[in-house]
């Protein structure tokens, strides 16, 4: 595989950077139930208190949100409502103060919170995806565990399946957050030099503190591949969201060594997305992308760049040619880098965990599929697709890979 233009990016970012911010700790937990005694959960909880930059105390509020959940005819008798909560608040207490009942989680950044019990906190917190999954469903996600590898449109896939349940993940990226990724990873400027992997478990604590996330900020490499396929802890589900072929090409000789399904994206530009499914978990022996490389491997005669070996696994019927244009100049450093637009990455998030979830519920799914809104939404697409097909077709063949 020749050099990476990626490579290249990551070297200079390296020589650049600026001195980096100590590694992230994900939340402390401190459940008062489990101490010894009342005198001993006071104590500890002075303590956190008195380390804290700002407690955040929301108990009740979510207490009584869980009681309407569990029992919803109540909101339609609001005179039953407070001696109900009543009731409720002092059961779930059970006999101690209430600044001691459900659970306190300390931040990172110093903020402490006062939530229920792990179990209500993610029941609650999943109650509305109820009638769009079954309870028998949710608890399936809530102990899968997901592997993403590659947080820019990564990082996307990550919080979208935490937010629908997923509880346990490992993530890698190598890079760190760079000002011109804000216009498509929501973060802020306040993390610009931040490693990825930090910003991205911070947004799953920050929905869910009892939730999961082992992060290697090194990228998936040979080092790093044995924390991922960790035999104690090995994932269900592994969703590559890298740029880099060599990491590829690795992911699934290891997915298919361990027998893992891989979900695959690739943001074709501006409303158009390809993704893909590997099931190493039924056929060890699965072609990696479809076969699609060595097949343009052959038809080349040699080795292929990093710009032809992506290329060989984007769907060319199907790729715009302002996406085909953008990214033969970014791989050779004519442009800012690879061009990606907020909205197709929200696309690809919501595609990706529909994808990942039919793939834990043991569903059929298509090796591979596209998504294209101006099909849907340009009444001329047909003939407007038809002639950016061919531009595309004739990138293509200024590089030897088209006929």
Same mark, same amino acid.
């Given at each position: 595989? &020749?050099?990476?233009?990626?490579?290249?990016?990551?070297?200079?970012?390296?020589?650049?950077?600026?001195?980096?911010?100590?590694?992230?700790?994900?939340?402390?937990?401190?459940?008062?139930?489990?101490?010894?005694?009342?005198?001993?959960? #006071?104590?500890?909880? $002075?303590?956190?208190?008195?380390?804290?930059?700002?407690?955040?105390?929301?108990?009740?509020?979510?207490?009584?949100?869980?009681?309407?959940?569990?029992?919803?005819?109540?909101?339609?008798?609001?005179?039953?409502?407070?001696?109900?909560?009543?009731?409720?608040?002092?059961?779930?207490?059970?006999?101690?103060?209430?600044?001691?009942?459900? &659970? *306190?989680?300390?931040?990172?950044?110093?903020?402490?919170?006062?939530? !229920?019990?792990?179990? $209500?906190?993610?029941?609650?917190?999943?109650?509305?995806?109820?009638?769009?999954?079954?309870?028998?469903?949710?608890?399936?996600?809530?102990?899968?565990?997901?592997?993403?590898?590659?947080?820019?449109?990564?990082?996307?896939?990550?919080?979208?399946?935490?937010?629908?349940?997923?509880?346990?993940?490992?993530?890698?990226?190598?890079?760190?957050?760079?000002?011109?990724?804000?216009?498509?990873?929501?973060?802020? !400027?306040?993390?610009?030099?931040?490693?990825?992997?930090?910003?991205?478990?911070?947004?799953?604590?920050?929905?869910?503190?009892?939730?999961?996330?082992?992060?290697?900020?090194?990228?998936?490499?040979?080092?790093?591949?044995?924390?991922?396929?960790?035999?104690?802890?090995?994932?269900?589900?592994?969703?590559?969201?890298?740029?880099?072929?060599?990491?590829?090409?690795?992911?699934?000789?290891?997915?298919?060594?361990?027998?893992?399904?891989?979900? *695959?994206?690739?943001?074709?530009?501006?409303?158009?997305?390809?993704?893909?499914?590997?099931?190493?978990? !039924?056929?060890?022996?699965?072609?990696?992308?479809?076969?699609?490389?060595?097949?343009?491997?052959?038809?080349?005669?040699?080795? #292929?760049?990093?710009?032809?070996? #992506?290329?060989?696994?984007?769907?060319?019927?199907? !790729?715009?040619?302002?996406?085909?244009?953008?990214?033969?100049?970014?791989?050779?450093?004519?442009?800012?880098?690879?061009?990606?637009?907020?909205?197709?990455?929200?696309?690809?998030?919501?595609?990706?965990?529909?994808?990942?979830?039919?793939?834990? #519920?043991?569903?059929?799914?298509?090796?591979?599929?596209?998504?294209?809104?101006?099909?849907?939404?340009?009444?001329?697409?047909?003939?407007?697709?038809?002639?950016?097909?061919?531009?595309?077709?004739?990138?293509?063949?200024?590089?030897?890979?088209?006929?």
């Amino acid at each position: 595989m &020749s050099h990476n233009v990626r490579d290249q990016e990551r070297a200079l970012n390296s020589a650049l950077r600026r001195e980096k911010r100590g590694a992230l700790t994900e939340p402390t937990i401190f459940i008062p139930r489990n101490e010894t005694s009342q005198t001993a959960a #006071l104590r500890r909880l $002075d303590q956190l208190k008195s380390g804290a930059t700002r407690v955040h105390d929301i108990y009740e509020e979510v207490l009584l949100e869980l009681l309407l959940a569990d029992k919803p005819q109540l909101k339609s008798a609001p005179d039953r409502v407070m001696e109900e909560f009543r009731n409720f608040r002092n059961s779930y207490a059970n006999g101690a103060p209430e600044e001691l009942a459900g &659970s *306190w989680v300390l931040y990172d950044n110093g903020a402490l919170v006062h939530l !229920l019990h792990s179990d $209500d906190h993610y029941r609650l917190r999943t109650s509305r995806n109820i009638g769009l999954f079954t309870r028998e469903e949710q608890a399936l996600f809530c102990k899968s565990r997901v592997a993403v590898c590659g947080l820019s449109v990564g990082g996307a896939c990550v919080t979208t399946l935490s937010a629908e349940g997923v509880r346990s993940f490992f993530i890698t990226d190598f890079d760190q957050l760079a000002l011109s990724n804000l216009n498509r990873v929501s973060s802020s !400027l306040m993390n610009i030099g931040v490693d990825k992997t930090d910003i991205v478990a911070q947004k799953v604590w920050d929905v869910d503190p009892f939730a999961r996330v082992d992060a290697e900020p090194r990228g998936f490499n040979k080092d790093s591949m044995a924390r991922m396929f960790d035999p104690k802890n090995m994932p269900d589900v592994v969703v590559d969201a890298v740029d880099s072929m060599q990491a590829k090409i690795e992911m699934r000789q290891a997915c298919r060594e361990h027998g893992v399904p891989l979900v *695959w994206l690739i943001d074709m530009g501006d409303g158009v997305v390809q993704i893909g499914t590997e099931r190493y978990d !039924l056929d060890r022996n699965y072609p990696p992308f479809h076969g699609q490389l060595d097949k343009m491997r052959e038809r080349m005669g040699r080795e #292929l760049s990093f710009a032809e070996s #992506l290329l060989a696994i984007f769907n060319n019927d199907r !790729l715009p040619s302002r996406m085909a244009d953008s990214f033969v100049k970014a791989c050779s450093n004519q442009g800012a880098g690879i061009s990606q637009l907020a909205g197709t990455v929200s696309i690809c998030a919501g595609a990706i965990a529909r994808t990942v979830r039919k793939v834990l #519920l043991k569903e059929r799914v298509v090796p591979e599929f596209f998504i294209d809104v101006d099909e849907k939404a340009d009444p001329d697409y047909a003939r407007n697709r038809a002639n950016d097909q061919e531009e595309t077709y004739r990138i293509l063949r200024g590089m030897g890979m088209r006929s």
